[in-house]
Each structure stands twice: as C-alpha cells, then as structure tokens.
C-alpha cells in the first residue's frame, strides 16, 4: 500500500469538512474521489499534501507516518500535487516552471530527462517553451501545472481536477496523459468534477458526500451503480 488514510478529520476554524475518512491507494493504482461541490474534495488532498493540518487519524505514507510531516518533506518523500486552479508562477517562463517543480533534486542529468519526458507527454510545452506562464491559455496552464508536479518524480501524483475548465477534445487528451503517466509507473490520486471520465479512467474509486465516504468500488461498479449515474453521470 503506498497511501492510507486513517479516519482522518479535518476542520477550517468551526467548521468541520472531513469527518473521519478511510481510503487506501495501492501502488500503480489510479484512484479517484469523486462528489458534488463542497464534498471535501480538495480538502482531502490538501490533507494528504500537508498544506491543511488534520485533526484526527493518521496518514500513512509509503510505510511511515507523514501525519505531523511538513508539506515540503512530503514533496521530497515523493507526494506532489498539481493544485485545483492551476498555481503556476505566471511572471515565469514554460521552462522555468517546470524546472521549479524538481527544486528539491539535484541531479542534471536526471532533471533533463524529465524535462524531455515532460515535453514528450506535453508537445505544446515544448513548443512554447520560451513563453511566460501566465500568458498560456487555460489548457495550456493546466498541461504546465501536471508537468511542473511531475518534476519532482513522485510516487504519489495528487491531482486536482485537472478536466477544470477545458474544452472536450482536451479532456479527452488530459485523460490519457494521465493514464499514460500511470503506466510509467506514477501512482495517482485524483479528485475530479467529471465523473464520467475519472470513473472510466480509474482502477478504483470513493464517493463523497458532505465530508464522509459514501461508496466505493471499481471505477467500473461506480459506473454502472445506480445511485452514483443518478447523483454524479446525469442519468438515471
Ligand atoms: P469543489 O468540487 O466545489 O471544489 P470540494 O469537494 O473540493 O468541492 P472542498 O473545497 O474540499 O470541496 O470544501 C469542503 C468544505 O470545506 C466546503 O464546505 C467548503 O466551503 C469548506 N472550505 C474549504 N476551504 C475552506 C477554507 N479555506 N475556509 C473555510 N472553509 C473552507
């Protein structure tokens, strides 16, 4: 197991987002969280990327306890997160930005061939390569924010709806880096909007609603779960 959530609570002041959430990523697995607004998605991985403090239960990474760890020695045990909204330093170059995201490495030699590994899964990166961040379209931004999170190499890619905001053809295409990016051998955990897409993508995935998991399964049990086409796929 390279994940496990442990009952994890969180809270912002009073409010309480996360009551006591369980959930475990397997290595090599892509496993989604999927659930209305609100739902505590994101703060679900902000737990996991240490940026929110939990309150109760404990985080289990790769076989150590990480509930206590800061966000950037997470980063360097191998947690990255390409955060919901994109983040990438928009004053900065396409180049640049990728290369802030392996600032906790040394190693040129294998910082280039991530590099190339980043422009080979993100062509349009590579072409715009000398272009500043923040003058990429949406998609564009989004593509930079996931190849920046890869930099780091992770053996935990968290994933914030990474679908945000892009035209069809390109969620399309995001999917399959994602699963293509999996196939390399990166562990991902992804919080989508876009059930349809996650469920079909991933190996499996938990349900949440107003802060507690509801369901989980298959991607493709989801997917054919009555109550989730209702909530979550527009069908009933
Ligand atoms: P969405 O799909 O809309 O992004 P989500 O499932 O990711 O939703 P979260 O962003 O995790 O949901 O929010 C869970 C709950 O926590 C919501 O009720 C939200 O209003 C609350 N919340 C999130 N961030 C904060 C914050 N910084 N301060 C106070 N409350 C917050």
């Given at each position: 197991m390279l994940l496990e959530l442990q009952e994890i609570s969180l809270s912002y002041g009073r409010i309480q987002a996360l009551h006591e959430i369980s959930l475990t990523v397997d290595q090599g697995e892509i496993v989604a969280l999927i659930g209305a607004n609100g739902a505590g998605k994101s703060t679900t991985m902000r737990a996991v990327s240490g940026l929110r403090p939990v309150s109760h239960g404990k985080i289990i990474f790769d076989g150590q306890d990480i509930t206590k760890l800061r966000a950037d020695l997470r980063v360097v045990r191998g947690v990255s997160q390409s955060p919901e909204g994109r983040g990438?330093?928009?004053?900065?170059t396409v180049r640049d930005n990728l290369e802030m995201g392996a600032?906790?490495?040394?190693?040129r030699v294998e910082i280039n061939k991530d590099l190339d590994r980043a422009f080979s899964l993100f062509p349009r990166l590579k072409e715009r390569e000398r272009q500043m961040g923040g003058t990429m379209s949406g998609g564009e931004q989004q593509m930079l924010a996931v190849g920046r999170a890869l930099m780091s190499r992770p053996k935990l890619l968290l994933l914030d709806e990474p679908s945000m905001g892009l035209a069809p053809m390109l969620i399309q295409q995001i999917f399959d880096i994602i699963v293509e990016i999996n196939q390399q051998g990166t562990t991902i955990l992804l919080v989508e909007q876009n059930a349809q897409q996650a469920l079909s993508r991933a190996h499996r995935a938990y349900v949440l609603e107003t802060g507690r998991i509801v369901k989980s399964g298959t991607g493709s049990e989801l997917l054919s779960d009555p109550s989730v086409k209702d909530a979550y796929l527009g069908v009933a």
């Open positions: 990438i330093f928009p004053g900065m600032y906790t490495r040394r190693n």
